[in-house]
C-alpha cells in the first residue's frame, strides 16, 4: 500500500453475538424512561437502520474479494454483524409500530435517500459508508460511556442498544481500512480531500433529517412548535447534550493522521460484554 496504512489493533477480534431482543414483550411507547424527546431520538435512528445498515454492507462487500486477507476476514465479520444489527432493529421498528407510531413516511424518506447513491462510484459509496460508521461509532461510545443514557429505559431496549453499541465500537475500523485498501494508489492529500468533503456533506443531511424525523414523532404524541423545538434542542445540546458531546470526537475525523482505532476504546466493550457472551457466533459461521 503506498500512502494508507492500517491501524487496527492486530489483536482485533470482531465477533458477532446472535442475540434477540423484545420478542414477546410490549415496548412502551416512551420506553426510555417514560421521555418523548430521548425516545423519539433513538426510534429516529432506529428508523433508518435496517436499510442503513445493508447499504454500508454493499458498500465493504464491494472491496472484500481483492482486500487482504485480515481485512477480507473482518469485513466478513462486519457484515454478519450488520446483519443481525439489520434483524434486531427491524423487530424494535415493528414494535414502534405496534407502539401506535406511524414511521411510513420516515422510511419512505430514507428509500429516497438510499435511491441516490444508485449508479454512483462504488468508491463514494464507500467514504459516504466510513462517514456514517464514524457517527455510529462515537454515538456507541457515548452509549457506553455514559450509562444514564439508556438507565431508565425498558430492559430490552436498553439491551438492544447496548448489544448494538458495542458491535458498532468493535468493527468501527472496517469501513475505514476498506476505504484505505480501496484509495491506496491515492495521494495522502486527496484521499483527506475526499474523506473530508463527504463527512461534511453527510453530516449537512444527517442532523437536518434525524431532527425533523424527531419533529414528526413528536407530533405524533402531541409535542409541537416552540415547546417541541426548544425541548428538543436542549436534549441535544443542553442535557444530556447528545449532539454536544459528539463535537470532538466528530471533529477528529478531520485530524491528520486519523484512524477509527487511534483511540482504543475496547475497554468498554468488555464493561458490558459478557451479557452477551452465550450469544457469541462461533468464528466460522461468523464468516
Do not use: C
Amino acid at each position: 500500500m503506498s500512502s494508507a496504512t492500517f491501524k487496527s489493533p492486530a489483536d482485533l477480534t470482531i465477533t458477532p453475538r446472535d442475540r434477540r431482543f423484545g420478542r414477546g414483550t410490549v415496548q412502551g411507547r416512551w420506553w426510555l424512561g417514560g421521555d418523548p424527546i430521548a425516545t423519539a431520538f433513538y426510534n429516529a435512528l432506529s428508523v433508518t437502520f435496517p436499510r442503513g445498515e445493508a447499504f454500508f454492507i454493499e458498500s465493504v462487500r464491494a472491496y472484500r474479494d481483492t482486500a487482504p486477507e485480515k481485512l477480507a476476514k473482518e469485513i466478513k465479520s462486519f457484515i454478519t454483524q450488520e446483519v443481525l444489527h439489520t434483524r434486531e432493529h427491524v423487530a424494535f421498528n415493528k414494535q414502534m409500530v405496534e407502539a401506535g407510531y406511524d414511521i411510513s413516511n420516515l422510511e419512505k424518506k430514507v428509500i429516497e435517500t438510499l435511491a441516490l447513491t444508485k449508479g454512483r462510484p462504488e468508491v463514494l459509496n464507500l467514504a459516504v459508508t466510513m462517514a456514517l460508521e464514524h457517527y455510529t461509532a462515537i454515538m456507541a461510545q457515548q452509549i457506553l460511556e455514559d450509562p444514564r443514557i439508556m438507565a431508565k429505559a425498558d430492559k430490552e431496549q436498553a439491551d438492544l442498544w447496548r448489544w448494538h453499541a458495542i458491535e458498532e465500537i468493535e468493527h468501527k475500523g472496517v469501513a475505514y481500512d476498506t476505504w484505505l485498501h480501496a484509495t491506496k494508489d491515492w495521494t495522502r492529500g486527496k484521499r483527506w480531500r475526499v474523506k473530508a468533503i463527504m463527512m461534511l456533506i453527510v453530516t449537512t443531511r444527517f442532523w437536518p433529517k434525524r431532527y425533523s424525523g424527531m419533529i414528526e414523532l413528536l407530533a405524533q404524541d402531541g409535542i409541537t412548535g416552540i415547546k417541541a423545538h426548544a425541548r428538543m434542542l436542549w436534549f441535544l445540546l443542553g442535557t444530556p447534550g447528545v449532539l454536544r458531546k459528539l463535537f470532538l470526537p466528530w471533529a477528529s475525523f478531520f485530524l491528520p493522521g486519523f484512524h477509527p482505532w487511534n483511540h482504543d476504546d475496547r475497554h468498554l466493550i468488555r464493561m458490558v460484554d459478557s451479557e452477551y457472551e452465550a450469544a457469541r457466533l462461533p468464528e466460522a459461521l461468523a464468516a
